[in-house]
């Protein structure tokens, strides 16, 4: 019996570690203290999301910083200057200068009075396309820049790692895995930690119908538009409530 219990607590550890993240935190958050964070996937337009919007209000500018990702700045490519201007760290050839050593980090965008120039048609937006290069590959980045007239949410943007799939743990004997994720569903509903108006609760639903219905979770997740970490997720919620009920019976004899 305490052989068993001291298997539990290593379980249990396994879990809490799992856990770590908040469970449907989203590819592009904003902290407390106004940095949002977009993963590399959401910002190189290969996910499910909608490429990121950067409102820029008046008197306040956005920065966005590689510095998380690793990536240094090769190129950029504002679309309408004539809303906004922009700056970099270091120094990029396209933007007027002469550069030894090209590259940069940070960029800055600020809002300024809209320009008139007759080359461009009249917009108030744009799209921002950042070219970087990483220690194994070069990315293309792309936002969408609009303009905004609120106080602004966030200062900063980070452009973070693509967050790794987390590893699916299965419980000995336990192989049915559209249960684990329909458990993990419920257990998300009544925590609150998915709103039932919203569209991923559809897409969600949508998933469960079609794996249901025979397709692979691959497929599934495709078909409807959520990601698999989403997936493994669902799962690792649904195996940890096996495993509570697993802990409190062994606990009870």
């Not at 792309?142 to 452009?159: A, C, L, N, Q, W």
């Not at 897409?203 to 691959?218: H, M, Q, T």
């Not at 997720?233 to 096996?242: A, E, I, K, P, T």
Request: hydrophobic share 40%.
């Amino acid at each position: 019996m305490k052989a068993c219990v001291q298997t539990i607590v290593v379980i249990a550890s396994t879990f809490v570690m799992a856990f770590a993240s908040p469970f449907l935190a989203s590819a592009q958050t904003v902290n407390s203290k106004g940095v949002r964070q977009i993963s590399q996937d959401v910002a190189t337009g290969n996910s499910s999301n909608e490429i990121p919007e950067i409102e820029l209000s008046p008197g306040y500018g956005v920065n966005i910083s590689f510095i998380k990702s690793g990536e240094i700045v090769e190129k950029v490519w504002l679309d309408n200057p004539a809303i906004a201007s922009l700056d970099v760290d270091g120094c990029l050839s396209g933007l007027g200068r002469q550069c030894e050593t090209p590259g940069a980090t940070v960029l800055h965008l600020r809002r300024i009075n809209p320009l008139k120039v007759t080359q461009l048609p009249k917009t108030n937006s744009s799209l921002l396309t950042v070219v970087a290069k990483g220690s194994k590959s070069r990315q293309v980045y792309v936002f969408r820049v609009s303009m905004g007239d609120s106080t602004p949410k966030y200062h900063t943007i980070e452009v973070i790692p693509t967050p790794q799939e987390p590893e699916i743990i299965i419980f000995p004997g336990a192989t049915n895995t559209l249960l684990f994720m329909s458990r993990g569903f419920e257990i998300a509903q009544r925590q609150r930690l998915i709103s039932r108006d919203s569209r991923l609760w559809r897409r969600i639903e949508n998933f469960l119908v079609n794996v249901k219905a025979g397709e692979s979770i691959e497929n599934a997740a495709q078909q409807s538009g959520i990601s698999l970490q989403l997936v493994n997720r669902l799962m690792q919620l649904g195996q940890n409530s096996q495993f509570n009920n697993l802990k409190q019976r062994v606990i009870n004899n």
